[in-house]
């Protein structure tokens, strides 16, 4: 499910001459259960991918 972000306060954005104060996040998750499935043991799987446009590092 896509999510916008927007930041609020765009005086600090713009002090670290940041080329956009929004953008979109996007998210994809899988998971699957297999019961039984070695040796009589539950098994889950999940994957997950995740796309962001954001400055996460700083």
Known sequence: MPQY????D????????????DDVEAYLVATKVHLAAIAGQNVVWSLAARSSGANELG
């Open 5 to 8: 972000k927007a930041l609020h």
């Open 10 to 21: 765009t005086q600090i954005a713009k002090a670290l001459e940041a080329h956009k104060v």
